[in-house]
């Protein structure tokens, strides 16, 4: 009877309230002043605040034993907040709302103690992004070298930067007309194939030190690869009589400005 009449008590209180509301009348925590309605809330988030941390300092031993453990590329790379997670449910442990631990909870406790610890997973946006800009940069590097440079503050897996080196490759490589006649593969040497390729098409009787002069200097860009590479674009590119294929590329152009000059 006494609960009953509690809870009587209770509707009558929030019933009589919500009419007021309904009339316009201002209540409670609303009649103070702005001022203190500040501080009040200011307090309130402080205290908030000290109790998460209090919270999280007794947890901190076996947070800090969490973080330790190898991640899950091996010895020596950091553990992701999921990974510690994981190893807290594994050890039975509760977390402070009773339930399992989870990873964005796990990091909020982290960042409340103040505790350094390298991110064990990149999120696929920013992952993305620093791949492709390093790229870029940098054609010429293979999937380790991209890993390493981005480490420890991106810690990557091979298979990610694979994937998203092939990406790239692809995308340029589907900008050059060249490169799709010609069928070269996707590698490290993509890039230097469509620089190549491009001023051999517009220049087709330059030799290889000339291209190497106007490229400039740079990864893969040897004599004995531009060659190479002119040739195979040669090749793609035009039908030929059997007397250009016997003299090959440079004969054939060297011919053709001979005859071209004699007209003249």
Not at 180 to 205: E, F, N
Request: aromatic share 6%.
């Amino acid at each position: 009877m006494a609960e009953q009449e509690r809870k009587m008590i209770s509707e009558r209180i929030k019933a009589a309230l919500a009419i007021r509301r309904r009339q316009g009348q201002v209540l409670g925590f609303a009649l103070r002043s702005k001022r203190l309605q500040r501080q009040m809330r200011a307090r309130a988030r402080a205290a908030l605040r000290k109790a998460a941390l209090e919270r999280a300092e007794a947890y901190r031993v076996h947070i800090e034993w969490a973080l330790r453990q190898p991640g899950a590329y091996g010895i020596g790379r950091p553990i992701s907040f999921r990974g510690a997670a994981n190893q807290l449910n594994a050890r039975h442990l509760p977390s402070p709302g009773g339930g399992r631990w989870e990873s964005y909870r796990l990091r909020q406790m982290v960042q409340r103690l103040r505790i350094a610890h390298p991110p064990g997973h990149v999120p696929g946006a920013i992952a993305q992004a620093r791949i492709e800009a390093l790229w870029k940069r940098h054609p010429h590097y293979s999937a380790k070298h991209i890993i390493a440079h981005l480490a420890p503050r991106f810690p990557l897996g091979l298979p990610r930067v694979e994937r998203v080196l092939k990406h790239c490759r692809a995308a340029a490589a589907k900008r050059s007309s060249l490169y799709q006649q010609v069928g070269w593969p996707l590698d490290r040497r993509t890039v230097a194939r469509i620089r190549i390729g491009a001023l051999w098409k517009k220049h087709p009787a330059l030799t290889a030190q000339q291209v190497i002069q106007t490229l400039r200097p740079g990864p893969f860009l040897t004599v004995h690869y531009v060659q190479q590479v002119m040739r195979e674009c040669w090749r793609a590119c035009g039908r030929h009589t059997p007397d250009q294929w016997q003299i090959g590329r440079r004969g054939s152009h060297t011919r053709r400005r001979r005859s071209s000059q004699h007209r003249s």
